[in-house]
């Protein structure tokens, strides 16, 4: 069975910081990881990782994948109150039958004070 | 906006009660989703429409019932609902197999 285990479950820090959320999986015939985030209801796209080392940059988000140690990070760089949100890591499944199945992690509840 | 518009944003029913949930997604995708989110555990995936065929439904409880009727709609019919079903129920799209899904604001749901 698939799993995604993200880490830490929730953070709290004051606006400009910088965070790194960790986001480890098991997953049969990897595909690819993907980075979401959550703030009240819907959850945003935010990177979708599929080669090892190769870092993927959005304004003050990063993220990059380690294949072989099976993990990736999520980078956050002078934190805004609007990054206060769920950070969410799914993984699919490159299976035949596994029609855009994602395995979510439970996600990761940062905190940005001012 | 997202582009995945789901209805009732709220809804409370009895454990009698029969309702269905709606989605709505307008951005031309082939495949459709519905996602549970209960507190303090993972996104679970429900079903999978694609090409408005079911492709997966993970062995939900039959007092779920989806229905496709075109590649744009998605609908989930709720009867005899127990408490612990109460969640925010999710529904997303995607445009193929590899594609990220795009989600909607969901129906946060309290079974009573």
């Known amino acids: 069975e698939d799993k995604v285990v993200q880490s830490p479950l929730s953070l709290v820090v004051h606006e400009g910081d910088t965070v790194t959320l960790n986001c480890s999986y098991e997953?049969?015939?990897?595909?690819?990881l993907l980075w979401y985030k959550q703030e009240k209801k819907a959850p945003t796209f935010l990177f979708m990782l599929?080669?090892?080392?190769i870092e993927k940059k959005s304004g003050r988000l990063s993220s990059i994948l380690d294949k072989k140690e099976l993990f990736s990070i999520l980078n956050i760089t002078a934190t805004q109150t609007g990054d206060s949100a769920i950070y969410l890591c799914?993984?699919?499944?490159?299976?035949?039958?596994?029609?855009?199945?994602?395995?979510f992690g439970q996600g990761t509840i940062l905190t940005v004070h001012p | 906006e997202t582009g995945v518009t789901q209805t009732p944003r709220h809804l409370v029913m009895g454990m009698t009660n029969k309702k269905s949930l709606k989605c709505e997604q307008h951005?031309?995708?082939?495949?459709m989703y519905w996602y549970k989110q209960s507190a303090k555990k993972p996104l679970e995936l429900m079903f999978v429409?694609?090409?408005?065929?079911?492709?997966e439904n993970n062995s939900v409880p039959s007092r779920f019932s989806p229905e496709c009727p075109n590649s744009s709609h998605l609908f989930l019919h709720l009867h005899t609902l127990q408490p612990e079903d109460s969640a925010l129920y999710l529904c997303?799209?995607?445009?193929?197999?590899?594609?990220?899904?795009?989600f909607g604001n969901g129906t946060r749901l309290t079974v009573t």
């Open positions: 951005l031309g995708h082939n495949a």
């Open positions: 429409y694609s090409l408005e065929e079911r492709v």
């Open positions: 997953v049969t015939n990897f595909r690819s």
């Open positions: 799914a993984v699919t499944n490159a299976g035949g039958t596994s029609y855009g199945k994602l395995t």
């Open positions: 997303a799209s995607s445009h193929d197999r590899v594609s990220p899904l795009h």
């Open positions: 599929t080669s090892s080392g």
